[in-house]
């Protein structure tokens, strides 16, 4: 089991250019999330998808969209990047929200 | 509310020595509390969990310590290696789920272990 494995680990953008994260779980769990994690400031939740076909917006939603593709994956866009969203993005999953959830390696992003 | 407030920022403690991380939260609905461990360049990962029924429990040289009526939460890291040297985030939630079911974490305690 690879657990939750996330592509790219790193990607460099310039202001305004689109990409999309992608991640995806292998241990049938219903829950995904997408988190930030930036110096000082703990991790913070951007979306989330409690379960197959429903996504819903988290602490700091302003500049993504989500997809919950199946239920395996959940990616994460930036539409048009900026440099304030330079940092690093770990997708998670859990059976439900109270149960562990299982992080991923995080994808390294850096907006000129 | 929902804020979660985690100190100290970063901890130094030498080898053999206790290492304590404590964080307070708000909002007494709150029936879940985790402890992930990060090193670098990795993922957080589970360390130690309670629920607020228990005022403690141990997992090896790790322990938790909760008091419900003054609404904080503690990590205890006993005969500390350099092998814990690592970020630790402490995190709540609700039990109803929905959106009130996600974790809100605490900003993490920057912990080193001193050979």
């Known amino acids: 089991n690879a657990g939750v494995t996330q592509t790219p680990k790193f990607q460099v953008l310039k202001t305004g250019q689109s990409m999309t994260l992608q991640c995806a779980q292998d241990?049938?769990?219903?829950?995904m999330y997408w988190y930030r994690q930036d110096p000082g400031m703990g991790l913070r939740l951007i979306y989330y998808?409690?379960?197959?076909?429903?996504?819903d917006k988290g602490e700091v939603p302003n500049g993504y969209n989500v997809s919950r593709l199946n239920k395996r994956e959940f990616s994460l866009r930036l539409e048009s990047a900026a440099p304030s969203q330079t940092s690093v993005y770990f997708c998670?999953?859990?059976?439900?929200?109270?149960?562990?959830?299982?992080f991923g390696p995080g994808t390294r992003l850096t907006v000129l | 509310q929902q804020q979660v407030k985690q100190s100290p920022q970063s901890l130094i403690v030498q080898k053999g020595g206790i290492s304590i991380i404590n964080c307070a939260y708000e909002?007494?609905?709150?029936?879940?509390f985790p402890w992930y461990q990060q090193f670098p360049g990795k993922g957080p990962a589970l360390l130690i969990a309670?629920?607020?029924?228990?005022s403690e429990k141990k997992e090896g040289r790790f322990t938790i310590s909760f008091n419900k009526s003054a609404k904080q939460f503690s990590l205890h890291i006993m005969d500390s290696q350099p092998g814990d040297s690592a970020t630790y985030f402490c995190?709540?939630?609700?039990?109803?789920?929905?959106?009130?079911?996600?974790?809100?974490f605490g900003k993490g305690t920057k912990l080193s272990v001193k050979p």
């Open positions: 998670a999953s859990s059976e439900d929200p109270r149960h562990e959830q299982f």
């Open positions: 241990m049938n769990h219903n829950s």
């Open positions: 998808s409690a379960s197959e076909g429903t996504t």
């Open positions: 909002n007494t609905a709150f029936d879940y």
């Open positions: 309670i629920r607020p029924d228990v």
């Open positions: 995190a709540a939630t609700l039990g109803s789920g929905g959106s009130q079911g996600n974790l809100i």
